[in-house]
């Protein structure tokens, strides 16, 4: 049944995968998401008879998913920053053998062992094809604990719409904060089998080979073109996105995630210093909203890009500006959150500094 | 043509046809398994991936499971091992076949899983998936083609290279000071707690490779059992990347490999253990 409550981000993803009917997780302890692990491992099973495995190995879990997802099953790991990077190889085979799964990035901040504070590093890893090869993630960027929560079963239902692998990028700070969460009605979990699925071939069909080798280039070209158009078929019909006050906003605020939630407190303090501030927000990093920003950006005198990274996103911002628009940028890294006065000082800065 | 070719043909000729009134129905003894495909192989004449790869298919057919059997093929000769089975499978990445079949298993924990893995994908890259693997007794069969060497990338040294022995990157020997031990893998795995039946075996000659058959039909019925991972250990051979002829590697198996590896069963479960 439907609930209010007041959880951590990472507590409302890990009871999100149980209600929409996820068959089993994989993972490994890494903070700052090893809560979604420890709340699976103490509910998940006992609940819905879900498989709650911790793994010897990022890469073991994510060859685990592989595994579990050429079923046609509900699977999914979380991980955070090196983690994640330890899964990009089997991502990459993932990606290349289609199969469904959701892989959840509580980003923390690099490079190597980095820190365990927030950060937004890891946006070119997971939007531009972290592994080797041309393949694409679907990217859900949460910004509230909320989203946390909702994301979860909109990344199963994209994962075997499209039966591509979706990430989750989510951050520390998200990971880690309390907020009231609606929590949504738990869905049984699926009979169905998949037509592709490798469950033990019948006599009355073919048999199911899950596999990304295919060592004749012809053949090889022609899955990576299948790939490609079915990328170009994402691009057109699952672009997300959120834009306050942007109707009458001189100055467009491009962020994502957590870093948007604190461009709205920053949009508000300018617009109530009489500064006409908008805040365009993508829900999908991939695929990346670029005509809606691209259309916004023709009525804002300039955009103020802000990340916690030294500038990833921004050149998609650019790319779908398309020089219609000045766009600056303004990064804090390893683990530092920016405040919504320093946002605004900057984008005073620039207003000051000769651009108006 | 001298005399002696001509000879050897006209013996060739007869023999052929001795041989097509000799196949008849009811003569037959042995045939292709209905689960082992009719195509022709990739795998170098005189290779034992066939005989295992046959071995596994007979126990298939002879079980009746091949509607519920899932296979893994690694990354190595035996990559393309889906391309001969006419069963549902999956294509590991290097060294992750058993973290797969682990995932299979967990969602469909009635079905029977099998991993199919060379020395340098189970022993190398793939050793922590092994052990923990093994460790957790996922109720999995372990197929592992132990022939010393990595076929597929060419004949470089792999962890179960024997000492002394060239290679492509040992090429004056692998010299055990710089490079290190054979890993006894299956050794390892028989310490485990986790692991049920543990066996190393041959297809070098037809006396094993029927006993190698009886250790995997063994292994299909422990694993309804549900109580640990079986691992069938082959010791084969390599012609092509040893540089020797299919006779010569079977006899190198038996005077090199075997002393090595010797043949048994390294852990057997107690009739207790096995009663259903």
């Known amino acids: ?356 | 043509m001298n005399e002696r070719t001509m000879l050897s043909e006209e013996r060739h000729f007869e023999n052929m046809i001795q041989a097509e009134s000799i196949c008849t129905a009811e003569n037959l003894v042995y045939e292709r398994p209905g689960t082992l495909l009719d195509v022709t192989m990739h795998y170098c004449p005189g290779c034992g991936h066939g005989v295992a790869h046959r071995l596994l298919m007979e126990v298939v057919d002879e079980l009746g499971i091949q509607s519920q059997t899932i296979g893994i093929a690694p990354v190595g000769c035996s990559v393309f091992a889906y391309n001969y089975m006419n069963i549902d499978m999956q294509e590991a990445a290097h060294g992750r076949a058993t973290a797969a079949a682990t995932g299979i298993k967990r969602v469909l924990p009635e079905k029977y899983v099998f991993t199919y893995q060379g020395d340098g994908d189970l022993a190398a890259i793939g050793t922590g998936e092994t052990i923990h693997t093994c460790n957790r007794g996922e109720n999995i069969l372990i197929v592992f083609i132990n022939n010393g060497v990595y076929g597929m990338t060419g004949g470089q040294m792999a962890p179960t290279t024997l000492p002394g022995m060239k290679t492509t990157t040992s090429p004056y020997g692998r010299d055990v000071k710089v490079q290190g031990y054979p890993l006894k893998i299956a050794d390892i795995v028989a310490t485990l707690p986790g692991s049920f039946y543990v066996t190393r075996q041959a297809v070098h000659t037809p006396a094993y490779v029927r006993k190698a058959k009886k250790a995997m039909l063994k292994s299909f019925q422990y694993q309804k059992l549900g109580k640990g991972t079986c691992f069938i250990e082959i010791v084969s051979n390599c012609p092509s990347n040893w540089k020797m002829t299919p006779v010569e590697s079977n006899r190198w198996v038996k005077e090199h490999m075997l002393p090595y590896y010797p043949l048994g069963d390294l852990k057997v479960p107690s009739e207790k253990e096995t009663a259903q």
């Open chain 1, 1 to 356: 049944m439907k609930e209010l409550r007041l959880m951590k981000g990472n507590e409302a993803l890990a009871e999100a995968a149980i209600r929409s009917g996820c068959d089993a997780y994989f993972g490994y302890p890494i903070t700052p998401q090893s809560e979604v692990l420890e709340y699976l491992s103490k509910f998940a099973n006992m609940r819905t008879g879900m498989v709650v495995l911790q793994a010897e190995s990022e890469v073991a879990s994510i060859n685990m998913v592989y595994g579990a997802a050429g079923t046609g099953k509900r699977v999914m790991t979380s991980s955070s920053s090196p983690g994640i990077s330890l899964m990009q190889e089997g991502i990459s085979y993932i990606a290349c053998a289609e199969l469904p799964c959701l892989i959840v990035n509580v980003n923390r901040g690099g490079p190597g062992l980095g820190t365990i504070q927030p950060a937004q590093g890891d946006y070119f890893q997971a939007v531009k094809g972290g592994g080797h090869g041309d393949y694409r993630l679907i990217v859900l960027a949460p910004a509230s604990v909320q989203e946390m929560s909702d994301f979860v079963p909109l990344a199963f239902d994209l994962a075997f719409k499209w039966r591509n692998p979706v990430m989750i990028l989510s951050d520390g700070a998200l990971g880690q904060m309390m907020e009231k969460v609606d929590l949504f009605e738990e869905q049984p979990r699926r009979t169905a089998v998949e037509p592709w699925a490798t469950v033990g071939k019948p006599k009355d069909r073919e048999r199911n080979i899950i596999t990304s080798l295919f060592i004749e280039p012809q053949k090889m070209e022609e899955v990576n073109l299948k790939l490609q158009a079915k990328y170009r078929e994402i691009e057109k019909t699952e672009v997300r996105y959120e834009t306050v006050d942007c109707e009458d906003a001189e100055y467009l605020l491009t962020a994502y995630g957590l870093v948007a939630r604190i461009c709205h407190k920053a949009a508000q303090i300018g617009r109530e210093q009489g500064i006409k501030i908008g805040v365009f927000r993508p829900k999908t990093l991939y695929p990346f909203p670029s005509a809606a920003l691209n259309e916004l950006s023709r009525r804002v005198k300039w955009i103020l890009d802000v990340e916690m990274n030294a500038g990833q996103m921004v050149e998609d911002v650019r790319l779908a500006v398309e020089g219609n628009a000045r766009v600056e940028f303004h990064g804090r890294m390893g683990g530092i959150v920016p405040t919504p006065e320093e946002i605004l000082g900057k984008l005073k800065e620039k207003l000051s500094g000769g651009l108006s």
